[in-house]
């Protein structure tokens, strides 16, 4: 029985951004790993990532250690430091093994927060580096796969980082729910989408703090991991439907990460509602209002190319089953986050409000389809 882990992740290290990787171009200023009461932190451009305090805060699970030692935040992890770091495939090939886990998609860290600099060309150095490490570190497992990263403040460095993440062996790449303030909508993204499509790769929509309107708005990390974490993944949705991306690139592969799947027949609904009613009235009098998608949402579901993660302790997973089909529900351990759940392999195959069908479609035959990994 092979299962597929569609959403973990790794710790960036040292090693992400070393001289074999990162443009010597920006080497000067490579992220540095700094202490602070047994706390680490990367130091970008002379700030700090996480934030954990204060205005735009931010929580991240790296730099989980310095020199061997774990960081005060990595205490009591249930990964070993190598398999958190991938400082090769071994550990975390143990991993999974103790949980059940045939492959897993690894998706950045780091990454989750926006903007890490304000200088666009450091961001694509840093984007490069961390794929170019990846492909290194990844080459020839075919346990472990892996999503890109890219720079969407600099579409054509994004779509160069689309085609060498591809030779590099990339299954995916991640973007957050915005563009930075920009939604995924943007026509200044469509050329970023083509490629996509070329290479044949999938979209990861991850949670993140991708939208510093939002992210400002916040000066405590408890109401901002709610909202300002988990809102844009919900906006990227509308902005990909709404915004007709999914009608010029019907072949694009896009799955939802991390925000659980409750929140999904609240956006399909509420988009449904509109584009049924104002967006059928108001074109009348102002036909610039008219939306800009061709199809009833629930049109774009059955095209089967859109996925959505659910957390296995999900209370309303059988309704979002039977509201998009089995056949786009996949499932991410978050392994090794501090709040993943151990043993979700386990915990899925357990629940008995589900039909074996789908079990097995969502350990397996879902994120095999998204991202192009084959029948087992």
Not at 286 to 304: N, S
Request: hydrophobic share 40%; charged share 25%.
């Amino acid at each position: 029985m092979r299962v597929i882990d569609a959403d973990g992740h790794v710790e960036e290290n040292p090693a992400t951004f070393s001289d074999k990787y990162l443009d010597p171009a920006f080497r000067s200023r490579r992220p540095q790993i700094v202490a602070r009461d047994e706390m680490l932190y990367w130091c970008i451009d002379e700030q700090l990532y996480p934030r954990r305090v204060g205005r735009g805060c931010n929580n991240m699970g790296t730099p989980a250690s310095l020199n061997g030692k774990l960081a005060r935040h990595s205490f009591g992890k249930p990964d070993s430091i190598d398999s958190m770091e991938l400082n090769g495939t071994k550990a975390r090939l143990q991993s999974l093994d103790k949980e059940g886990i045939s492959v897993q998609v690894i998706y950045p860290t780091l990454f989750l927060a926006y903007p890490l600099s304000s200088d666009s060309g450091l961001m694509t150095a840093l984007c490069s580096s961390y794929n170019r490490w990846m492909g290194d570190q990844l080459s020839g497992c075919e346990r472990l796969k892996w999503a890109a990263v890219v720079n969407l403040d600099d579409v054509p460095a994004a779509i160069r980082e689309v085609r060498e993440s591809k030779r590099l062996g990339a299954a995916a790449v991640m973007v957050l729910g915005t563009a930075g303030d920009k939604q995924l909508d943007h026509p200044s993204l469509y050329p970023f989408y083509e490629a996509m499509v070329e290479e044949n790769l999938a979209l990861g929509v991850h949670v993140g703090w991708s939208c510093p309107s939002i992210n400002n708005l916040y000066d405590h990390i408890y109401p901002s991991g709610v909202i300002a974490f988990h809102m844009p993944v919900l906006m990227g949705c509308t902005a990909l439907i709404s915004g007709g991306i999914l009608d010029r690139f019907e072949d694009l592969r896009t799955v939802f990460l991390e925000t659980g799947c409750l929140w999904v027949p609240f956006i399909l609904d509420r988009l449904h509602h509109r584009y049924e009613t104002v967006g059928k009235f108001l074109p009348q009098f102002i036909p610039e209002t008219k939306p800009r998608q061709l199809l009833p949402v629930m049109e774009y579901v059955k095209r089967g190319n859109l996925f959505f993660s659910t957390e296995i302790d999900d209370f309303l997973l059988p309704q979002i089953i039977e509201l998009v089909g089995e056949g786009n529900i996949v499932f991410g351990t978050d392994m090794p986050h501090g709040d993943r759940e151990c043993y979700a392999p386990r915990a899925l195959q357990e629940r008995t409000d589900l039909s074996e069908s789908a079990k097995e479609k969502i350990r397996d035959h879902n994120p095999a389809r998204l991202y192009g990994l084959g029948p087992e």
